[in-house]
């Protein structure tokens, strides 16, 4: 680390500083500058005194030079991960994957259509909500326990992996049943104790990035479910809450890059959540392949209009249909195969 | 609610709004403006079928009339609420309240310690985490299950409540020794699983806003707790995430004047993980005052140098001790007693 | 209009609501619904009278129906325009348009290098700025009145347009030689006396977008433009300031799809400096192409470490050139010509 | 500056980056640590170089050390401000000022009346827009040159001194004839053409912070002004634009506390503008006078039902004349007079 003294700051407090920085184990480099003192700080895990040292009198400011992750970061691992979803089924690699379904499960039947034309259209992966976090409490919450047996037949009909969201610790054990991944939703992205559950699961966990997360803040959130040994996390950009309204998020496209570069995990998009628009969707999962994701979580659903959740963003059959059939064009020219 | 009709859209297309509206058990009220249609539609539990109605063909836009939160608004419980915190001592009343200490619990000694300046100064409320969420799992995590022994000694000492932060479902019985107040995190704000808990309860909850979360997140949020029977929750305001750097999070002001206005439950101010910088600390303090909330929650440590989590940000106790002999000017220009 | 009328509000209250609106000259159309009453406000001009009616007594919230633009609006003009550049160049028709060349026009030798490479790779216009609008006075400004002839000599050799910068409209004219677009920076969006006056020039403008402006603020800004007579209005997503800090900006890559869909108007994606780093401008610039952009406006230096301003998002030539023969394939798959 | 070395980087890199570091007349002092490599650079002026150094290989980060702005701090003027606005009346001394007025000046009548309930309240300043920058140009823009002899009978009879808007560098010269305090509004925070001109008059400059600019960045453009000769600049913090929209935009109640500390100008708060509800604006005004701001600007208006701008956040006068009886307490809690 670095630590910026005061401007004010006199010998003796530059003294004490030093001081300070050697009690704690480190070696201290000061530097006299023109204007401005500067303390840089050499040692191992000099990262855990940050705080500690901010407090010091005469500190204008301590700027961190590692990166606050380790385990998910590319100067730990260069090559990028693949991870293995089901059988012959991979993300990361050369295949650019598509998952898709509905928001929510709300009955056999409308599950079962909607996973027949995913199946048919080529999506490589059924998504649907079994438990729904909805901002109100008066909002349908999902089918919950009742979900479980429908995923299972609907999953042994199409012969389709399964991701679905999980929001309790106490669920993670009967959703094993059924989730090929496990997802944890925007809101709970930094819910550590899910997190740190997730880490001994032995199934991929596909985590999306906060409201108000950073590209760094995501990486740590990871780091929690990777440190407790399950290094198979997906990453998701999902939108990130800023003043525009004509979009319910905005979808940071730059995320998906820097992600890319600063982590070998890989990283899918959700354009469904991050627009909150149907007519948005086609176009923001070509700009998702064009920018280097790995993959695309979308909400498609039988009949919009019927939809418990969500159903304005979803895309119909055919509409998904188009776009699978779009999809191989940039996927080639971004030298993916779908 | 109403509906907007997109500009181009037919005479057909409108009928049909007009029966779907029907169909559904309402009342459509069609208007024809001069460059545009709009349908107001009338009935109960209109709110449920706002997005069903946005995939219907012709629709531009829905716009709900009603708040999305009932129980904790104004519109249902006009008088404010004041919730017993303890024998003899409200919040929400004419009573301002200060909870001050640390931010997490450290030691016997160190709690103890501060836990006597903090009554001293004339705080009503003891603070300290015991469960510390933090960003990466490198970091210190609290003292966890260890630490339940010293807050209760520390409490019988000093006779003052105490708030805790809760992160798991599965601790809310052990803490239940200690916690008179149940504090939830700004990450967990969004933790549909706890806050479900949490309203069966019989302590009051310190529910925090998330970096993200609008006004109406927040209402919402705590509509969780309430719709479980637990009515005693107490709101606080920490700063949400925006551009600005100078602070670690931008302290909302006039979020505690809205959520006055359109909740009748009390609401509380944190200026230390707002700012994120001890001379910011009595600033905010008298302005929250000023602003008319209902209290603090405010870090205070010993020796901030030697604090494991947010020393930085924490008052020592001779700075606490001159904003407690500063706020009761501002507490009586409120109107309001320390 | 819709006037949300107060919970509380009693009869008294709403006549004199409705008799307000119809002093106005409009139609009032009070509908009462279970829980609250709502009055539609019909007639020309509305929206002009939205603050008026906001001060009155009763009213909770008033909602404008309309969209606060109309000429750039696809609702007054449905078909995309088609802006000429120059002889045969056009922008928002099938060929996508790729503006290039360094951030600053530093020197005859720098500029006429860099606009060669440009040319050679397959670059359609040139930009370089000649006045650099800087956060701070002490920072390089731009050559100003002595790039001129530097940017006539380049153009003249090259052949290419030229687009840059004007930041006062005291130098819209001497500007007049060069410019064959006018650009408005992203700090000057909502500078309305400079808009005015380009509206009364005969040669395209492209408008940036503000850091923290919506989509619905840069249509309202470029109407500034149109409805002093200019139609010829491009407009350009560069990036808008939220809390992450891994990019300069945040790409707003939904907002390409919104204003194509709103707005009848040609729309450029900038990702030098939305993203301000070199490595994440390639993939960038394929979304863009992928999310239905018109085209891009990239900043490229020869030697980027002697840049004086902005040369850490430069792309050298060897990347640019790299990038122009990626490109492409991505327009193909976005029905595109280069 | 600081200089954080790429993880991968070799020797001859870092020889390199030196080498470069001492050509540019630096002096380089790399530190190299355990996992990390650092390079302290020491010498004048060398924030000039942050970009060119950013481009070289091997460079993960420039950090800089020293404040971008130097005329308007703290390092280099220890004592706050005074500005004298008038003859006797002062800003940035022990008085708290308040500005008042209507948003826009309509007509003779209707500023002569509310100026008159602003002196009789004991406002100190009058407010008023003559020229009104509006998002729309289909809105009211202001009375512009026929404002002018109104403003100057007001001021008259008054005898208050006046501050205006002024938009337009053409417009400076008309404007001096009534401007006691020239305002630079939020969107023209960065016309650094205005700024210049502005630097050159003999009157105090009240500059408005824009919606999406930081603290540091409405420093440097107050810096704009005074590096021209003019010192009497007046900070203004009006709210930034964030996700919240229970508010017009959110108070950065933190901002006044944070420009108080790092610069010595004297900082007032516009809370009409930034909540955009008159009913929060007498809080909030309690709010600024606790945090520490040196004065108000505050709308107030005879009627609002009738004003042709922003009447929904104007006080009426017996609203306004309660406000000011409010006021001295926490002025006096403060250690302020009204």
Known sequence: MVIIVESGADEQIVEDLIG?????????????GVEKTVIAVVG?????????????????????????????????????????????????????????????????????????YVKEAGGHVLRGGIFKPRTSPHEFQGLREEGVPIARAVKEE???????????????????????IYQVGARNMQNFALLTELGKVDRPVMLKRAMSATVEDLLQAAEYVVVEGNDDVILCERGIRTFETATRNTLDISAVIALKRFSHLPVVVDPSHSSGHDWMVPSLCKAAVAAGA??????????????????????????????MGELPAFCEAAGRVL
């Open 20 to 32: 300070k920085v050697r009690s704690l184990g480190f070696k201290p480099h000061p530097i006299y």
């Open 44 to 116: 191992e895990k000099t990262q855990d005194k940050v705080e500690v040292l901010q407090t010091m009198p005469g500190v204008q400011q301590i700027i961190p030079i590692l990166k606050p992750y380790k385990l998910v970061g590319r100067e730990v691992k260069t090559e990028s991960s693949v991870i293995e979803i089901a059988d012959g089924l991979e993300i990361g690699g050369e295949r650019f994957i598509v998952m898709a379904g509905p928001c929510a499960v709300e009955s056999y039947d409308q599950f079962a259509e909607i996973a027949q």
């Open 158 to 180: 199409t012969g389709l992996p399964f991701v679905t969201e999980v929001v309790d610790v106490r669920d993670i054990e009967m959703l094993h049943e059924v989730a090929d």
């Open 294 to 323: 790995d993959g695309l979580l979308v909400e498609t659903h039988r009949r919009p209009q019927e939809a418990m959740v969500d159903g304005y963003q979803s895309l119909t059959p055919p509409v998904f249909e188009e776009l």
